[in-house]
Every structure is written in structure tokens, then in C-alpha cells.
């Protein structure tokens, strides 16, 4: 049986965000195209989706991977992706694609389960392990996470674009904060307001923030949350350990996302 193409449901219909795109930056088993402001990730990793992230196979991967350079174009329509290079066209088929949720808005949960992720979440440390200086500012602003509706120009003025990478330190914290306000329901219109507007960050990390706005999230993440129903606590230590592995830091940094946003929840 050949493997599925499997694709967050952020993407459909693909062709949503307009019709042309160029290949904006490329790694070894993934790249990033650009279609107006919007990126579109393709990877070779089974086991992790972004929010706005499409997975191929090894052999489909493969055969278009010549052809992927930064700046080539890429024709986008409902059914196929066609990559132009100096070595010529490839057509991607987009028929078959297993389109699957990754939007944490319509999960539910009890304050029982917040506590248990909370718990697991604390004893892992966090803050010492994070990708930002602990300077006295960045600790305010920590401080301010652990509270309801924290002055969010302020939070977002320190916050965004600070630490290295793809993704800003900053960044990841402010997305998996804001994935947690959505997946248990609390206020999060100020916040998502607040990260609306042009933000001074990588091309990359604006991608997960507008995936985060609409309360999509990564699949690792999003696995972690719906085995967080299964009560099964080696499982949940399990997801929490696999999420803080991701990047160098950001997985981490996403994760003290989540335990601020945890404190600040009160849940009856």
C-alpha cells in the first residue's frame, strides 16, 4: 500500500492563499514555500506536522527535491503543485492527500487534566532549560503569563522576535501560550489581536504565529493534548518529553508557553 501525503487541514483548499508561490528556504528534509505572506511547509519527517505543514513520502519527497531552490516558483492548484527549476518541471499530484486537524479550538477539558499536564510540565524544570537570558525584565514578563490578561503590547513587545533560530524563543512561548488559552477555552482575543499586526520576526516563526491565531498547532502538540484525555500518565510524560525535543530550544520554549498559560487558567 503506498503511503498517503498527509496535510494539516489549515491547508485546504491549497490553493486559498493564491494561485503562485516561490520556494522561500530550504533544509534537508524540508523547505518552505511562500505564497503572498503565507509559507506552506513540505517535509520528509513522519513524525512531525506544522500547523500549516504538508508531509510527503520518501519517494514523492525525493523526486521534487531536485527541482527545490530558493526563489523557483511554484504553481499552486486545487489538485497539484508544479515546481519550475533550471532542470525543468515537476508536477506534484495533490489527489489523494489525508487532510488531518491540528486546531485545538473544539477540544475540551476538565481542571483535573489541566492540573496533570501542569504537574508534568513543572517537574521538567522549564525555565532553567529555555532559550532566553533570565534577565530581570524577561521575569517580570513571566510573571505577568502567570495572571489573566496581562498588558499584551507589553508582553509582545519584549517577547517577539527575542532568542536565535528559526523561531525566536520568544515566539514559541507566545504560541504555545496562546495554543493553551484557545484549547481551554479562555479569553484569547487580545492576545491574538496583539499578534496580528506586522510583527519584527523570522519569516518562519510568522507562519506558526498565524497557524497559532487560528488555533492550530503542531502535531506533536496536538497529540499531547488529545492523550491527555487517555489519563494514562507515562503516555502524557511520553508527549511532553517528544515536544521538548524539537529544534534546538524550541520545543522547550513551547512547553513553558503551555505552563505559564496553564497558571494562568483557573478552571472549576
Known sequence: MTEKIVASDYLSPIQQFGGMGKIHSVFDRSFNIQVNEQLININNYRSYLAGFGMYLPEEQFRAIMPYVEPGNLVKIRSHSLTFYSTKGTIV???????????????????????NSLKEILTQQNLVEKIGLPLEKRALEIFEALRHPEPDWQQVTAYLIGRGKGLTPSGDDLLVAYQAMLYAFDQPVEKLATALAVPLSTTDVSKAYISASIKGYVNSLIYRLLTD???QDQ??????????????????????????????????E
Open 92 to 114: 506534484l499530484p495533490l489527489t489523494d492527500v489525508a487532510f488531518v486537524s491540528l486546531q485545538v479550538k473544539d477540544l475540551t477539558f476538565t481542571a483535573a487534566e489541566r
Open 228 to 230: 491527555l484525555k487517555s
Open 234 to 267: 507515562q503516555l502524557i510524560e511520553k508527549d511532553v518529553k517528544d515536544v521538548m525535543k524539537i529544534g534546538h530550544s524550541s520545543g522547550i520554549d513551547l512547553c513553558f508557553g503551555m505552563l505559564l498559560a496553564l497558571e494562568s487558567i483557573t478552571l
